[in-house]
């Protein structure tokens, strides 16, 4: 089945860096992958999604990387706000493990003024 | 509606009962998730349903968990017999169509004494 783990628990940034969250899968036939923000006592929040026929993709302040060669998949937050400040979850689905969204463990995002 | 919507928000129940939580998903959605989060954990994937198909069960812990989702529409996670280490959020999500960004709920916040 499908793995999906994160590298660092927890990530302290200076407002206005930036941010890069990591992200291991162990599926190399998934095909699928988000990113979601989580709020304390909130629901996961979609934040950008990509698929592996792309390698980057950008939105607002956010960039995904897509590595398949090394089964990698990284978050960047340029220019980090306190509002950036969640946990941060990537999740894949395809493959072996069907149309199901398996996520990784999470990593917090924490930001100093 | 305009999004994903679970009830009740918070849940307290005494060990060996049974318990009902709901999901509506957004309107039209054919993909319904149900994941359990313990306090500062990930999400454990429970239970997949997808348009008329067999769901995926294979996440459900035990044999006192089911789900059910009506006419396409609503679903229900019944827990039997609970103990206290179902106390966790239980969260909903849906999408459009496999394989798209998932919209989560606020989540059941269940709390077995």
């Known amino acids: 089945g499908e793995n999906v783990g994160l590298h660092l628990p927890t990530l302290s940034v200076q407002e206005g860096d930036n941010s890069i969250i990591n992200c291991a899968y162990s599926?190399?036939?998934?095909?699928?992958f988000i990113w979601y923000k989580q709020e304390s006592g909130k629901g996961p929040q979609f934040i950008i999604d990509?698929?592996?026929?792309?390698d980057k993709r950008q939105g607002q302040r956010v960039t995904v990387l897509l590595n398949k060669t090394v089964k990698h998949l990284s978050l960047q937050i340029a220019a980090t706000q306190p509002g950036d400040s969640a946990v941060y979850f990537c999740a894949a689905s395809g493959g072996a493990a069907g149309n199901k969204l398996t996520f990784g463990g999470g990593t917090r995002v924490l930001v100093k003024p | 509606g305009a999004g994903v919507s679970q009830s009740p928000s918070n849940k307290v129940t005494e060990k060996g009962k049974d318990v009902e939580l709901r999901c509506d998903p957004i309107s039209g959605h054919t993909a319904l998730y149900w994941y359990r989060q313990s306090l500062g954990q990930g999400l454990e994937f429970l239970i997949y349903?997808?348009?008329?198909?067999?769901?995926?069960k294979s996440g459900l812990p035990s044999d006192r968990f089911s789900a059910e989702r009506t006419g396409g529409s609503v679903s229900t996670l019944t827990i039997q017999r609970t103990q206290q280490e179902d106390s966790a959020v239980y969260l909903c999500a849906s999408s459009l169509l496999q394989g798209y960004e998932a919209f989560f709920g606020q989540g059941t916040r269940l709390t077995v004494v």
């Open positions: 990509i698929r592996s026929n792309m």
């Open positions: 349903f997808q348009g008329n198909s067999a769901p995926d």
């Open positions: 599926n190399s036939a998934s095909d699928y």
